[in-house]
């Protein structure tokens, strides 16, 4: 080394422009933060209870059985197979799982792929908006230009979240090339009705969209709502790619596997992207997701009851505390407003939360484009025991008292 030589130019180190464009995570940030403070964690969405038994034993077996090797790239074929029967199962859509499915490191991955694989940089897709987090640097990496439509909260009485047709008539064009469709709704809990899809679906065959649909909480839903597949509905069998995994579903969030089910060309270029990004998720666990989708009825039933449960155990507590709550039809997330508690912002709100309360929180503008659009709102995830709820419950009742402390 010549040390007189001069180093590399300011320009050279220059981290990309892309990666330049977005923060990290504020979602797994506040986790970071709620172990820095032995804050309950109700921010990042993971359950904090087992995963069903006999998966586990399958992910067991599959390692000791030596199923220790690469998968095939698109994924083993008895996952691919549980998948296509799951899915003519629950949505009556036939799929081929040799030429129509890609498994992915999780959903997180098939959404990425799949942009990859559809969008060229300068597209447009359309989003709704409070937006999981992920779809903004999806866009970036993509090259994709984000076209933003509110999701707005129904007037009182109606918990349920609308958007304006007209608004999402024009945010479509001759650049659009997908609508990123997110169904049951992180953060805000809203399942999309058959009209709502039939009307997106007229938008996109119109418009020769895609609809890339983000369903990985199709079993976790309230109050009678339907969860529908809007590859379900005519014309959109070969205009969609429906993304899902074993994550929120069977309570492994960590094993990282996703799913991406899309028409044979839309796959084939999916399954290139997601070939050399990762070349595969993790064999045994792929196995074990066999055993998961072939599991009885009996286990989404009470897997929507348990959540039925923890969100009667948090609502209530949450407006006994001072929030006004949107109840979700679906999910398991709780958006709330906060202006009764005349904070600045979320995210002063959020670090209070966190530090005096004990609680950690999603604060609401990391969910919009406009950070000013989330600054009187954070979202509560309660995939959570029904013990950690009161404990959450029990710090938050000293909320009012607390905010009045710091005032002062
Ligand atoms: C809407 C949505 N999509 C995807 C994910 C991530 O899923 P996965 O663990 O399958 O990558 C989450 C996690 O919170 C989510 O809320």
Not at 187 to 203: A, H, M, Q, S, W
């Amino acid at each position: 080394m010549n040390p007189a030589a001069p180093g590399p130019s300011p320009e050279r180190r220059r981290v990309s422009a892309k990666a330049a464009r977005f923060t990290e995570s504020v979602i797994r940030e506040m986790t970071r933060l709620a172990m820095q403070h032995g804050a309950i964690n109700l921010a990042q969405g993971f359950p904090d209870f087992s995963a069903p038994e006999e998966i586990k034993r399958a992910a067991q077996e599959a390692i000791a059985g030596d199923v220790n090797q690469y998968a095939i790239t698109w994924g083993a074929r008895p996952l691919r197979q549980a998948i296509a029967a799951k899915f003519a199962r629950t949505q009556g859509v036939e799929v081929d799982p040799e030429r129509e499915i890609t498994v992915c490191c999780g959903s997180t991955e098939a959404m990425i792929s799949a942009m990859l694989a559809v969008v060229d940089p300068g597209e447009e897709v359309v989003v709704f908006e409070p937006f999981y987090e992920n779809y903004g640097p999806d866009a970036i990496l993509s090259g994709a230009v984000p076209r933003f439509v509110k999701l707005r909260p129904a007037g009182a009485g109606n918990s349920d979240w609308t958007f304006d047709r007209d608004e999402l008539a024009a945010a479509f064009s001759p650049r659009t090339k997908a609508i990123i469709l997110n169904t049951p709704n992180n953060p805000t809990g809203k399942v999309f009705r058959r009209n709502e899809l039939e009307f997106i679906r007229d938008l996109c065959v119109r418009w020769d969209a895609y609809a890339i649909t983000d369903e990985i909480y199709e079993h976790i839903l309230y109050d009678g709502a339907e969860h529908i597949s809007i590859a379900r509905l005519e014309g959109m069998r070969e205009r969609t790619i429906t993304i899902n995994g074993m994550s929120k579903t069977y309570a492994v969030t960590g094993w990282r596997v996703g799913w991406a089910i899309a028409a044979p060309e839309v796959s084939g270029a999916i399954r290139k992207v997601h070939d050399f990004l990762t070349v595969g998720a993790a064999a045994p666990l792929q196995e074990a997701g066999a055993v998961a989708l072939a599991l009885p009825e009996s286990y989404y039933a009470e897997l929507a009851a348990g959540y039925r449960a923890r969100r009667e155990r948090l609502l209530p507590a949450l407006e006994a505390a001072g929030f006004r709550c949107f109840p979700p039809q679906g999910a398991y997330y709780v958006m709330t407003d906060i202006s009764a508690f005349g904070f600045a912002d979320d995210v002063a709100f959020s670090k209070y939360l966190v530090e005096k309360i004990g609680v950690a929180v999603v604060p609401g503008s990391s969910f919009y484009h406009n950070p000013a659009d989330g600054s009187q709102q954070v979202r509560f995830a309660f995939c959570k025991k029904l013990e950690t709820l009161d404990a959450a419950a029990e710090r938050l009742a000293k909320l009012k008292s607390g905010v009045k402390e710091v005032r002062m």
